[in-house]
């Protein structure tokens, strides 16, 4: 049948089937057979197409690489830089440009390469990149090491350029691998084609890590040998050139065995540097000998003691102001944009602070346990200026982070200043008397003097500046409700003379900038706001300053890292009060450390001083805290005492000094020892500087019933008569009978001084009458007369 074919095919088609041929022949237990005009396949043969095809394989494959990296060159762009790395520490000074502190995110001090001397640029070129002046930017072993060691699962290792390494600091991280490899070498490319060799040689030695939290040269040269770049010699260079190659094994503070490993790479580098002619052989085996000396660099914490405590403030007050385009600071701008800060931090008066309140502390006595809840704060400001000077925050700031400088404390009597200044504005002068009786009732409300007398008291007229001396409650809160709306008069006294408002305003100054409690009610007077150190500090050098206030500030000027001015401080100083008032004010705070509740501030050398003591208490009756703000021409500080949050109770428990004997919770006590302590420190060497003299301004009083006392005529004697009960109001005739010859009119002279004095006219003076309106320039010529009244416990 047509197209039929016999089962199994014709010869010819088995033949050319070799699969049937073939399993033929294997069941016939034969080689397969071999077809015609082919020759046997020989290990040769094989060995020549294998090579063959893997030449062609590893060139498809290399033109591929080629391709892909032009490909990855081409459409890699350089990423935006790391930016800590970008980032510069700003530095922060005290006034006369001593380092105070820095602000970092990473402690970095860039600098030009033409600042950096030869040796240490040398010393790196030839410890970590010898070709580096010579090369692409690129280590080709190098990644082709890191492609097999990654294929075969082993690590990458080193011996990376040092464009290398600067482009994996700046723009890459720190991930080990085959990819990053061949990312960094791409980048290394195109920096090198951007920048020259000088520029990627300082960026790398602006930015590499030298181990004890320091990046960069600059940094580098602090933390080992605490001095510049510029100042460092051939074995210091070769220490930080072997450093940076393993900064945790290799620091020298890190025992013996770190040091001998520092050793072995300082040979090293020194070799390579002669090797290449960077040094001779003679200077590279003289250094070779030993390593360079080390110095004891301060160990203290960059916040450690009071410096965390400033540099806090430092910060808070920069971030509140405005360069002069008007822009305010940053956060990131202070932390990594290599500011200059010049603060107005004397470092001398902040270690007095701290020295002298450490030498009055109390730190045992008889009932105080458990003495670390005490906590004394101190604050100093220059008057003429406003400056913050210094400040103890009441502890180290790596203990606790609570400034009770700031934070404060209620202010006692010591609110009493700002009451004598308003009532002598309001017209009433420091002669006028009022109701110094315990206890009193005004509005309702009863108030009492605190101390030896009680409710019980009974008296009378007492001076203003008698019930300053000894802090007599009821006189300033007879005082107060005397005047016209005698409250909010106080209270805009005290924000004119410093204390910021119960709530800050725009403009506000002062630390902090509102105070807790600041009420305009009848016995503001008596110190129930929450003042700072700080602000009460302030307030009282407006006193000192004769009445004109300058704003309380810290920061003086700020530079940015190539010198231009960013902010200058501006004074913004105020006229809180006249001169005049200023010097009474003066005047009855002088007298407090004379003979009244503040004698234990006393300077030894004599300079005069001005100052009132405080003591707050809290319902109960319980001491809350305890203060001493005094001042000089020069200086003005604040001491507080408080106990655990704040408003812990002191009495019962600081203990009395054991020299007079005083209970420790007054505020002639341990704050005024603390202030003198403080400001025989600060003012040791300065000259002694007088107040200007009072002017007794006598105004017209806002009511009546406030005359100065005038005490009863002594009886004559010699005459047998009584005296006439009444004496004419238009010229009391005191002796024309009594005794004629006794006092000749001829002889006026013979009384030095006026007998008209500070608290009133005595019956045997001439009948001039005083002046209302304008300031009298007549000391006071008697003993100051007055009932009895109790004493605040200051």
Not at 193 to 222: H, M, P, W
Not at 648 to 670: H, I, M, R, S, V
Request: aromatic share 8%; with cysteine; net charge negative.
């Amino acid at each position: 049948m047509a197209g039929k074919r016999k089962a199994g095919g014709s010869a010819a088609t088995r033949a050319a089937d070799p699969s049937w041929t073939d399993l033929l022949r294997a069941r016939m237990g034969r080689p397969p057979k071999q077809a015609k005009g082919e020759r046997p396949k020989t290990w040769k043969t094989r060995l020549r197409r294998f090579l063959l095809w893997s030449t062609v394989t590893a060139v498809v494959l290399a033109l591929v690489a080629v391709a892909g990296f032009i490909y990855l060159y081409k459409t890699t762009d350089i990423p935006e830089a790391n930016a800590e790395f970008l980032t510069d520490a700003s530095f922060v000074y005290y006034a006369d440009g001593g380092d105070l502190g820095r602000y970092s995110t990473q402690y970095r001090d860039s600098i030009p390469l033409d600042k950096m001397p030869d040796n240490v640029k040398q010393a790196v070129v030839a410890a970590e990149d010898r070709t580096f002046y010579t090369n692409n930017g690129i280590d080709t072993k190098g990644i082709l090491r890191a492609v097999f060691n990654n294929a075969k699962g082993g690590s990458t290792q080193g011996a990376s350029t040092i464009t290398q390494q600067y482009v994996k600091i700046l723009y890459l991280n720190q991930e080990r691998s085959y990819k990053r490899k061949v990312k960094e070498a791409i980048l290394s490319l195109k920096i090198q084609r951007e920048k020259s060799k000088d520029e990627v040689l300082e960026g790398y030695l602006n930015t590499i890590y030298f181990g004890r939290g320091a990046y960069g040269i600059q940094a580098a040269a602090d933390v080992y040998f605490d001095k510049p770049a510029a100042d460092l010699d051939l074995r210091e260079a070769a220490v930080l050139a072997s450093v940076l190659n393993d900064p945790n094994d290799l620091d020298p503070a890190d025992g013996k065995e770190a040091r001998q490993a520092l050793k072995g790479r300082y040979q090293y580098v020194l070799g390579q540097m002669a090797e290449l002619d960077y040094v001779s052989d003679e200077d590279a085996e003289q250094a070779e000998k030993r390593l360079p000396k080390f110095p004891k660099v301060a160990a203290e914490s960059t916040y450690g003691g009071q410096k965390g405590h400033m540099l806090t403030l430092v910060k808070d007050q920069l971030l509140a102001l405005k360069k002069n385009d008007g822009e305010p600071f940053t956060e990131d701008e202070i932390d990594g944009g290599g500011l200059r800060i010049t603060t107005t931090f004397d470092e001398r008066i902040m270690k007095s602070l701290e020295a002298g309140v450490d030498e009055v502390k109390p730190t045992e006595g008889e009932g105080f346990t458990r003495p670390k809840q005490l906590h004394a704060a101190a604050a100093t400001v220059q008057p003429s200026t406003g400056a913050l000077r210094g400040f103890y925050a009441g502890q180290d700031y790596l203990k606790s982070q609570l400034n009770w400088a700031i934070a404060g404390g209620q202010a006692g009597s010591t609110f009493k200043a700002y009451a004598v200044a308003a009532g002598i504005k309001d017209g009433y002068a420091l002669k006028d008397t009022f109701d110094g009786n315990s206890p009193i009732e005004v509005g309702g409300t009863e108030f009492e003097n605190q101390g030896d007398s009680g409710s019980g008291d009974e008296g009378g007229a007492i001076s203003l500046l008698a019930a300053t001396e000894d802090s007599v409650n009821t006189a300033f809160i007879d005082m107060t409700d005397a005047m016209d709306d005698g409250p909010t008069k106080i209270v805009k006294m005290a924000e004119a003379m410093g204390i910021p408002p119960a709530k800050a305003r725009k403009g506000t100054g002062g630390i902090p900038r509102r105070t807790l409690g600041l009420k305009a009610e009848t016995g503001v007077a008596l110190g129930s706001a929450t003042v700072s150190p700080i602000n009460m500090a302030k307030g009282y050098a407006t006193i000192a300053n004769e009445g004109v206030a300058a704003p309380v500030y810290v920061i003086q000027e700020v530079k940015d890292r190539n010198g231009e001015v960013l902010y200058q401080h501006k004074t913004a100083a105020k006229r809180a009060m006249s001169a005049d008032i200023a010097s009474d004010v003066s005047y009855a705070l002088q007298q407090v450390a004379e003979v009244g509740t503040g004698t234990s501030a006393q300077m030894d050398d004599g300079r005069p001083i001005a100052g009132k003591t405080g003591t707050a208490t809290k319902t109960g009756g319980a001491v809350s805290s305890s203060w001493f703000v005094g001042y000089t021409p020069q200086l003005s500080t604040a001491v507080m005492y408080v106990r655990g949050p704040g408003n812990g109770q002191l009495d019962g428990w600081l203990p009395a000094t054991p020299e007079d004997g005083k209970e420790g919770y007054f505020g002639g006590n341990y704050p005024a020892k603390t202030w003198k302590a403080i400001m025989s420190r600060e003012l040791a060497g300065a000259p002694v500087e007088e107040f200007p003299e009072p002017a007794y301004v006598d105004g017209e009083a806002p009511s009546s019933g406030h005359a100065p006392y005038t005490p009863p005529p002594a009886p004559d004697p010699t005459t047998t008569p009584p005296r006439p009960t009444q004496t004419p109001t238009d010229e009391p005739t005191q002796e024309p009978t009594q005794e004629p010859t006794q006092e000749p009119t001829q002889e006026p002279t013979e009384t030095p001084t006026d007998p008209c004095g500070l608290l009133g006219c005595s019956p045997t003076t001439e009948p001039t009458q005083e002046p209302t309106q304008e300031p009298t320039q007549t000391p006071p010529a008697q003993p100051r007369a007055r009932a009895p009244y109790g004493r605040e416990r200051d």
